[in-house]
């Protein structure tokens, strides 16, 4: 009997770079666009780097519609909402432009409206029948990958937890990423879109999933984010740094989409969802209280992390590497001003039994977690952080 293959995915085209972002309009003709629908949010309309696409497309002839409204940590009625501005502008090609809640939202909606499907129906793995509209993903920070991932996020209406659509389907065509875009990130983002980045790598280094494809992509992100994320967190201006975070974080959402994430991930779709906080500054939070976990239960398997994080070869013995790229994973953390509170954020201790049994229930995360963490362990996290 044959060993299952090893299946690795990815965005078939990635232009990558800084002033990428001049290679769209050709991008939209490759895929035969006619009239395209630029699906971002407020922030990216207010920072000018709307105009900057518009203009590059109008200059090209090309016909496009813009949709502004994406909110952040997109319910599923806000994606359905933008599906249906897509259908009315009847347009055939949609443009992702933003963080991970606009391309999110660009992607699901692409596929909605190809498929006749609302959101809900294509929550969890492969739930999609077919391709969506054509689709072109610009990620303006450095740290979702979203443009190079298979699953795309949305909160449930009730607002319980975040959930994914995972399928083959929510990649997009191509993926535009131009570090350029991130030059004017204000430092939180960018420190909190960093730390996001970093968990995709370490989290699916560890994860039941990793395979050598993955493994490779993982430590190149981890050696690149451990030098430039306190790097751009220092200084927003540091564009050597800034260049390496797109890198970084492209490598990181490689092995992110084959690997997946683990229990870090399912603690902060939780945090996100019931207290609105963040996707990075929920990772940042986490991070080390799933991490301590991890070593204290399976060191073994988390002293694997130790090479790619440089941890010293005089350091030797599973626990004491384990310890050891522990150290390293708090003092990157400990670099970053965030409240590492949940108090800081509004999350109240009556909250914490229900959060943890929600994070427990997230199989998909906590299946391919080195060791899988019951809700009484879960709920001990939350209250070590609380
Ligand atoms: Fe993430």
């Known amino acids: 009997m044959p060993a299952d293959p090893v299946v690795f995915r990815t965005t078939a085209n990635v232009i990558f770079g800084p002033g990428s972002l001049e290679a769209l309009p050709d991008q939209v003709g490759f895929l035969g666009g006619r009239k395209a629908f630029i699906v971002t949010d407020p922030g990216i309309a207010a920072a000018g780097i709307l105009d900057r696409v518009e203009g590059l497309l109008g200059g090209a002839g090309v016909e496009f519609a813009s949709y502004t409204e994406v909110e952040p940590e997109p319910p599923t009625t806000s994606i359905d909402k933008c ?34 499907l609302k959101t809900d129906a ?14 072109i993903s610009i990620a303006t920070t450095a740290g979702t990958a979203s443009e190079i991932t298979g699953n795309a996020v949305t909160v449930l209406a009730d607002r319980s937890n975040k959930m994914a659509v995972v399928s083959p389907y929510i990649y997009p065509n191509v993926a535009i990423v ?49 030098d430039s994320l306190p790097r751009v967190a220092a200084d927003g201006g540091d564009t050597e740094a800034r260049n390496g975070m797109a890198r970084g974080s492209l490598f990181a959402g490689y092995t992110l989409a084959n690997a997946g994430t683990v229990m870090v991930h399912a ?25 301590r976990f991890y070593v204290e239960r399976t060191p073994e398997k988390i002293a694997a992390l130790a090479d790619p994080l440089f941890v010293a070869d005089s350091v030797t013995g599973g626990p004491a590497r384990a310890a050891a790229a522990l150290d390293i994973m708090e003092r990157l953390i400990g670099g970053l001003s965030f409240d590492l509170d949940l108090q800081s954020y509004g999350v109240k201790r009556e909250d914490l ?34």
Do not use: W
């Open 83 to 116: 599906a249906a501005a897509i259908r009315d502008a009847s347009a055939d090609l949609v443009i992702g432009l933003g963080g991970g809640s606009a391309m999110d939202t660009s992607q699901i909606a692409s596929c909605a409206v190809a498929n006749d």
């Open 122 to 135: 294509m929550i969890g793995v492969e739930q999609i029948p077919g391709p969506g509209l054509p689709m």
């Open 178 to 226: 131009d570090a350029e875009l991130t030059y004017s990130v204000p430092p939180t983002s960018t420190a909190a879109t960093g730390i996001d980045a970093f968990c995709h790598a370490a989290e699916s280094y560890i994860s039941v999933k990793a395979t050598p494809h993955t493994q490779m992509y993982a430590t190149q992100a981890l050696d690149i984010i451990l």
């Open 267 to 291: 603690m902060a779709h939780v945090l996100g969802a019931r207290a609105r906080i963040p996707h990075g500054i929920a990772n940042a939070l986490c991070l080390l209280p799933a991490m």
């Open 353 to 386: 039994r229900d959060m943890a049994e929600v994070t427990a229930a997230t199989k998909r995360l906590m299946q391919q977690s080195p060791v899988e963490a019951t809700a009484d362990e879960v709920e001990q996290l939350f209250e070590s952080i609380f």
